[in-house]
């Protein structure tokens, strides 16, 4: 939850492809208070059955820009592996990026919610509300 003094963020993630949350997407969250400073590692969560990240950590007082990574390659590894055993004669070729981040400028006392349309060649990311 945001304050007067801090932002927040919150994220999920549809799966184009299939019309359909992505469950199990690891997401890293870092921040950093200023252009030219270090990023600081928050932590993270998985997405849960509706594409949800609901425990991101808290953002700390004076950030300015958040970093979301997305470890995308494991879900559609596992999508694939899911499909092969399936019908084996489906053999798509996985995702063609591994891995999303998303950064992002944040005001303090503001909420951001950032969700990710995904699909094995593509993503679309948007200020959502």
């Known amino acids: 939850m945001s304050t007067s003094t801090t932002a ?4 999920h993630i549809l799966d184009t492809s299939v019309g359909r949350p992505a469950e199990g997407v690891a ?13 600081q590692a928050l932590g993270g969560a998985a997405t849960d059955a509706d594409g949800r990240c609901k425990d991101l950590p808290a953002l700390p007082e004076g950030t300015t820009h958040v970093r979301l990574d997305f470890a995308v390659e494991p879900y559609f590894e ?12 489906n053999r798509d070729s996985g ?13 303090a006392g503001e909420h951001y919610h950032v969700p ?7 993503y679309s990311v948007y200020r959502g509300s």
């Open 8 to 11: 927040s963020v919150s994220t």
């Open 95 to 107: 995702a063609f990026f591994p891995e999303v981040a998303i950064t992002f400028a944040v005001k």
């Open 27 to 39: 997401v890293h969250l870092s921040a950093r208070g200023g252009r030219d400073a270090d990023w």
């Open 78 to 89: 596992k999508k694939q592996a899911d499909a092969q055993q399936d019908a084996p004669a």
């Open 116 to 122: 990710l349309l995904l699909n094995p060649f593509g």
